[in-house]
């Protein structure tokens, strides 16, 4: 069934109606990216209403699905469609309409608001089940992360910074054809790796560092996540012991990521062998989230989440262990379900590489 129909399938009767104003969803049902417009779902059609701005663009471009419309006043349009199409009851998506879009709506739409349908936890729903062009998008964008770290991976040498990585790994992602980056580059060396969210600044890069590189890029709308950490000239004993448990740890994860597992199984493979090997307290986070239109979107991946991992969900498997003051590892990819064989989309090795 295509997205637009699931959500169909949700609305209680005819007189009953879908109203989409959050820019990523509205984006996710008609395929087009526009400001200021809305999506209106009957349980039989789809409107998409634009301005001027748009029209030509969203005509050419939006899914066949939907109806393109254009609007000089917004409400006056949505008024005019729920009037011949009989809808008495517009759902509103609970967890982005604002309190003044909210009266608003109430004072301008001829129509009963329902504000707790559970609209946006339905719409979460269907999009956490990806389509196999979402799934193409989400590859093709970790493809051009990958070739940009990659060359990237040419300059990284002692007397580097953290910040000049950061830039040129920015311009190559766009080089590749990345439309932006995913979300601001952690590109981390030395003890500043032992942040698993660090900012890079002007630390200038030693032999014997980790470089971590959480990284990713965009395309058509579709976000990658990747996390590398890589040794600098070389890697103590004790940078070993710690990759090899992260790496152990992110292999464990990876093999419960099975449809039917549950998401905190893939949580525990990973914390249970970490705590096991008694590096618990260091590893302060979730193992991986789901990834699509948005970096971080359902399903969430802890010890306590109760989602049953089904087809087509993109989650990241990501453990780390943080030692604070000394370094840190983290090893990040995004993992498609399916069935009991599961895949990686990335490409590079996981293994620690010294560079
Ligand atoms: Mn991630």
Redesign the pocket.
């Known amino acids: 069934m295509i997205s637009i129909e699931k959500l169909q399938a949700f609305l209680p009767d005819l007189s009953t109606a879908a109203l989409i104003t959050s820019q990523i969803n509205a984006r996710y049902f008609t395929l087009f990216n526009y400001t200021d417009g809305a999506v209106l779902i009957t349980k039989h059609e789809a409107f998409l209403l634009c301005d001027f701005r748009y029209i030509e663009a969203a005509e050419k471009n939006a899914s066949s699905d939907v109806t393109v419309v254009k609007f000089n006043k917004l409400y006056d349009t949505i008024n005019d469609i729920i009037l011949h199409k009989n809808i008495k009851s517009l759902m509103i998506e609970e967890e982005s309409v604002t309190v003044s879009q909210l009266s608003q709506l109430r004072e301008k739409l001829n129509a009963e608001l329902l504000t707790d349908s559970g609209l946006s936890e339905k719409i979460r729903a269907i999009r956490v089940i990806k389509t196999a062009d979402e799934i193409a998008h989400i590859t093709k964008a970790q493809r051009i992360t990958e070739r940009a770290l990659t060359e990237l991976l040419n300059y990284v040498k002692p007397g580097v910074t953290e910040r000049e990585m950061s830039v040129e790994l920015e311009h190559l992602i766009h080089v590749y054809g990345g439309e932006r980056i995913a979300f601001e580059l952690i590109t981390i060396a030395g003890a500043n790796t032992s942040l698993p969210h660090g900012v890079p600044g002007d630390y200038v890069v030693r032999d014997g560092d980790f470089f971590t590189f ?1 990284i990713g890029s965009v395309y058509n709308g579709y976000h990658s ?1 990747m ?1 590398r950490t890589y040794a600098v000239g070389h890697a103590t004993d004790k940078m070993r012991e710690i990759y090899d448990i992260v790496y152990q740890a992110h292999m464990k994860a990876a093999e419960k990521i099975v449809a039917g597992n549950t998401t905190a199984d893939v949580d525990l493979a990973a914390r249970d062998y970490i705590e096991s090997k008694g590096y618990g307290e260091y590893f302060g986070h979730s193992t ?2 789901g ?1 699509g239109l948005e ?2 979107e359902d399903p969430r991946v802890y010890k306590t989440s109760t989602t049953i991992l089904e087809d087509n969900m993109v989650i ?1 498997d ?1 453990p780390g262990i943080y030692l604070p003051g000394e370094f840190g590892v983290r090893i ?1 990819d995004m993992i498609v379900v399916s069935g009991d064989h599961s895949y990686t989309l990335a490409d590079l090795p996981r293994e620690l590489t010294v560079i």
């Open positions: 959480d996540d996390t991986g989230h990834v970096i971080h990241t990501e990040e």
